[in-house]
């Protein structure tokens, strides 16, 4: 029998449930775990009372938790609505590790050996019903919610199911779009100017966090000379840069003041004072290692050459040339560019400087009626005497360069384009996915398109996208010749990116969707099957665990307790990306984890 209940009371309980109902399921963290008052509400109305004690529960901590339980007075049908599960956070999270974590690194992926089976209580029995989760994907979700809400200071939480069986593409979506995104962002400015500034390799005697201001920027020297002033433990050294630019002997100077340089900086209205102030202007970093503040990698270059009378001399000077060429293209490092990136003309910067040619014809013709004023300090003695450029100027320098780029980079026989050595005066003949790149700058003919579809695409298509080199380009490896990073079988977002969008500009929609689905499952299958990782590079030739690459520093985004906060930037932006490639039928056999020989053999139309 029902225990009565007066009008009253009934309406307030359908305005909690009403509440409640309307709570999203997949709220960013800081919502979902942060606010306790709607965990509350979200658990009073979906609470019964039960003649039995709980089981794994404090019956007090609980009421405490969520209130006074309402009386029950109709059935709940959980086959009818997601469940929810009323879970112990601490309790919860050392039984799932004990359990599944058999490799003990606070991660739970197809390489542990538990059961993959794991009990949680239901918040409609209080948590005296039991319901199984099963499969490394549920599993590992599981324990990431735990991390975050144990993050949040959560003791007890009622867990939608629906977080913990998201379609995984979907999921991942929501994370980069509403918290990798977030978590990737910095700003430097007073909040945070001493632990930013802190270097871990400052080997100095006294380190002290210091921070270097351009002479150009004096309101920022003011700023955080307020702050030194201000605040005498902080230790905080500011500098201004030098007057024209660092000198050689400045520079070595350095080594014995490390420090870090002032970022831009905006103005705002204190909220607490009324007052103008200033704020570190967002960034995002990569992520993993790299936290600094990057365009397509590292411009961080060697701080000095070493001084001496060696008859090497010269050798070595070429070698730091080479290097800091290596570092500068972003493919640091490739046996493409090794002891000979500085003497290379190379396709994709060449690819890269035709699209600026092109752009800022297009810009000047379109925006300023093809008359762009040039202040007097930044003239050139090609526009000095009339004072403005025109896009005709521009449009002839890509020309130039594509002709340039016929006459010297495209190779008729092989369909393809490769680098010139300038030294040598001959084209190179390393095989690499930036050939492509000169069909997503438009510098390829039709014609030298159609040839780059059919004879190079074949060369560097692979299980997983596009590899950066072919593995005879690379040639052999071994203990005294080892893997690069931007070799073969190695793949990176932005060569898959550019791939894509150059073939769509071309008409080649079929190869740019499977090369987009093949590069998204792979993310997506690490994604599923090892704990949520997004990380820097793929080996793109393993079926089962593409991210684990041994080149070099290894990879960045994996190395993570519980949960992953942030991805890995490029990686993040192809997945989003990519998605807009891909039809509906696509993006469902992907949230259902299907290969695409699969798919394709699925969907091939019969004739």
């Known amino acids: ?61 609980l009421r405490d938790f969520i209130g006074n339980v309402p009386s029950r007075r109709t059935s709940h049908d959980e086959r009818v609505q997601s469940r929810k599960f009323l879970i112990d956070v601490d309790a919860t999270l050392e039984t799932l590790l004990e359990r599944e974590d058999t490799d003990h690194n606070v991660q739970i992926t197809i390489d542990d050996q538990g059961p993959k089976v794991f009990a949680v209580g239901t918040a409609a029995s209080n948590g005296y019903n039991r319901f199984d989760l099963r499969g490394t994907y549920m599993i590992s979700n599981l324990l990431q919610e735990l991390t975050l809400a144990k993050d949040y200071g959560r003791k007890h939480i009622i867990l939608d ?33 001493v632990a930013v500034a802190e270097d871990p390799k400052d080997w100095t005697a006294d380190p002290v966090p210091r921070i270097y201001v351009p002479p150009g920027a004096p309101e920022q020297y003011e700023y955080y000379k307020r702050i030194a002033d201000a605040q005498p433990e902080l230790r905080l050294d500011v500098q201004y840069l030098p007057e024209g630019g660092p000198t050689a002997e400045y520079v070595k100077d350095l080594n014995e003041k490390p420090g870090l340089l002032a970022l831009a900086m905006e103005e705002y209205i204190d909220a607490n004072t009324g007052m103008k102030d200033l704020r570190g202007v967002p960034f995002v970093v990569p992520g993993g290692r790299f936290n600094e503040f990057y365009g397509w990698d590292s411009y961080m270059e060697s701080l000095g050459l070493f001084v001496s009378d060696r008859v090497d001399l010269a050798r070595l000077d070429d070698y730091f040339l080479h290097d800091r060429a290596v570092r500068e293209s972003g493919h640091d490092t490739s046996y493409r560019l090794e002891k000979v990136c500085a003497n290379l003309a190379t396709v994709d910067l060449n690819s890269l400087l035709y699209k600026y040619e092109v ?60 680098d010139y050595n300038t030294v040598e005066q001959e084209r190179t003949d390393y095989e690499s996915a930036t050939t492509f790149w000169t069909m997503w700058a438009g510098v390829a003919s039709p014609y030298q398109a159609s040839r780059l579809v059919n004879e190079a695409l074949p060369k560097f298509e692979v299980y997983g996208g596009l590899v950066s080199g072919t593995e005879k380009s690379r040639g052999p490896i071994g203990l005294d010749r080892p893997n690069r990073q931007w070799d073969y079988p190695y793949g990176w977002a932005p060569q898959q990116m550019l791939a894509w969008s150059g073939l769509i500009r071309y008409g080649y929609q079929d190869e740019a969707e499977r090369l987009a689905y093949k590069w998204l499952y792979m993310i997506i299958k690490a994604f599923v099957d090892f704990n949520g990782a997004v990380v820097e590079k793929y080996d793109v030739t393993r079926p089962i665990d593409p991210h684990k690459v041994e080149a070099e520093y290894g990879n960045q985004g994996g190395d993570f307790k519980g949960v992953s906060r942030e991805g890995f930037g490029w990686v993040n932006a192809s997945f989003v990306y990519g998605l807009e490639f891909l039809n509906a039928h696509m993006r469902r056999a992907l949230g259902a984890c299907t290969p695409y020989e699969t798919f394709s053999k699925a969907t091939a139309v019969q004739y």
């Open 1 to 61: 029998m029902s225990v009565p209940v007066d009008e009253h009371s009934l309406c307030a309980h359908r305005r909690r449930s009403s509440r409640s109902s309307d709570a999203d399921p997949f709220s960013e963290p800081d919502i979902y775990y942060g606010q306790e008052e709607h965990l509350k509400q979200h658990a009073q109305a979906h609470r019964r009372t039960l003649s039995s004690s709980l089981k794994r529960f404090d019956l007090t901590d």
């Open 161 to 193: 199911e629906q977080r913990l069986n998201e379609n995984p593409v979907a999921r991942l979506s929501r994370l980069i779009k509403k918290c990798y995104w977030n978590a990737l962002t910095r700003r430097i400015d007073g909040s945070n100017i």
């Open 359 to 418: 752009d800022i014809a297009r810009t000047i013709r379109d925006f300023f009626g093809d008359k762009l004023s040039i202040p007097t300090e930044f003239r050139t003695p090609q526009n000095a005497e009339h004072g403005f450029e025109s896009s005709a100027v521009w449009d002839r320098r890509a020309r130039r360069r594509k002709a340039a780029m016929d006459k010297y980079l495209w190779d008729e026989g092989k369909g393809t384009y490769f």
